[in-house]
Each structure stands twice: as structure tokens, then as C-alpha cells.
């Protein structure tokens, strides 16, 4: 695994920790890309690999909730898969479904996800953050992320969010702990 800089907002790497790489599906949803021009989602499933997780799926699914559903529900239904980045669909568009779609199937939201995105986002774009509804939570047990389609969002949502709370040696806390203990 690649050397790491320190998380932004006050938290820490610890060494004494052993790194447990995750198995993450990456989905794009749009009904515009193709495996060619999906940028954002192989932006997503490099940066995956590159941080020492197990690309465990990638597909692309139209603008469509039943659609979306589907492959999310599939995926947290399979053993294989921890985490579920999903890119596109988050806009105030007509088209933009993805939180329609998968809020439903939430367990539990993570909440606080929003709230950190919309920061690290305004770092980056400013005001224009509001018009992105990425959001968080747990599907029956598989942690899912929905980010904007952009590939600048999916830096910030993964370099400086996602990518640290899937990692287990981040204190004094991370959400990879929710399922780490089930892994070997």
C-alpha cells in the first residue's frame, strides 16, 4: 500500500494498526456513459486499487431508481462486497434519481457524511455544493456513498472523505470498524 498523508480535520493514522484492505463495487449511474466515457467511475475503482482496497464490482446503470435499486440491493446482498461508491445522479436535474433511489433502502443514514461532504465540497466549488444531494448510509450491512458524477467531486468524496473512513487504522474513528470485524 502507497504511503499515506495524514487525514484532514484532526485525525490520525495509527502505524500499530494493520491496514485491512475492503472489497468495494463502484456504480455509476447515468444514462449518457458508456465503459469508455465513464470517467468518474474509473476514477473511483483506480483510486480504490491505488489505496490498497479490492475492486469488487463496477457497473453503470441508467438514471432510473429501479435500476439503481437493483444493483445496489444485489450488491449488499452479496458476501463479496463491503462498500458500495456510487458516482452521478445526485443533482437537481429531472433525471438526477440516485437519492431517491437509495435513501429508501438505508438502514441507517450516515448523516454526518452529508454534512462533511458539503464542507470538503465547498472548499473546492463553493456555493455550487448545494446543488449536490450526495448522501450516505448502511444497506444491510454493506456501507453505501453516493457521490456527484463529476470527477472532481469524486476526488474530493474519496480523497479527502470516503478513503479515510474505510481505513481501519483511522482514529479515533472510522466507519470501516462496522464491518472489518467480519472480515479475514
Same mark, same amino acid.
Given at each position: 500500500? &502507497? ?27 447515468? /444514462? ?9 467511475? &474509473?476514477?473511483? =475503482? ?22 439503481v435499486q437493483s444493483r ?6 452479496d458476501p463479496a462486497v ?18 431517491? =433511489?437509495?435513501?429508501?433502502? !438505508? ?5 454526518? !457524511?452529508? @454534512? ?5 465540497? !465547498?472548499? @473546492? ?14 444497506? &444491510?450491512? @454493506?456501507?453505501? !456513498? ?8 469524486? &476526488? /474530493? ?9 474505510? /481505513? ?7 466507519? =470501516? ?8
Amino acid at each position: 500500500m &502507497k504511503e499515506q498523508l495524514e487525514p484532514p480535520g484532526g485525525g490520525r493514522i495509527d502505524p500499530a494498526i494493520a491496514f485491512r484492505g475492503l472489497r468495494i463495487a463502484v456504480l455509476t449511474v447515468s /444514462d449518457t456513459r458508456d465503459d469508455d466515457s465513464d470517467t468518474s467511475g &474509473k476514477l473511483l =475503482a483506480d483510486r480504490v486499487v491505488r489505496d490498497g482496497h479490492m475492486l469488487a464490482g463496477r457497473a453503470i446503470v441508467k438514471d432510473e431508481i429501479s435500476c439503481v435499486q437493483s444493483r445496489i440491493l444485489a450488491w449488499s446482498a452479496d458476501p463479496a462486497v463491503d462498500v458500495v461508491i456510487s458516482t452521478g445522479g445526485t443533482g437537481l436535474s429531472g433525471r438526477d434519481v440516485t437519492p431517491e =433511489a437509495v435513501r429508501p433502502l !438505508f438502514d441507517k443514514a450516515i448523516d454526518g !457524511f452529508e @454534512t462533511v461532504w458539503h464542507l470538503t465540497s !465547498f472548499q @473546492t466549488v463553493g456555493l455550487s455544493t448545494m446543488q449536490s444531494r450526495a448522501c450516505a448510509g448502511l444497506v &444491510k450491512g @454493506t456501507l453505501v !456513498f453516493c457521490l456527484p458524477g463529476s470527477n472532481g467531486a469524486c &476526488k /474530493d468524496g474519496w480523497d479527502r472523505v470516503i478513503r479515510w473512513q474505510l /481505513d481501519s487504522r483511522h482514529r479515533p474513528c472510522n466507519l =470501516a470498524e462496522l464491518i472489518c470485524s467480519d472480515l479475514t
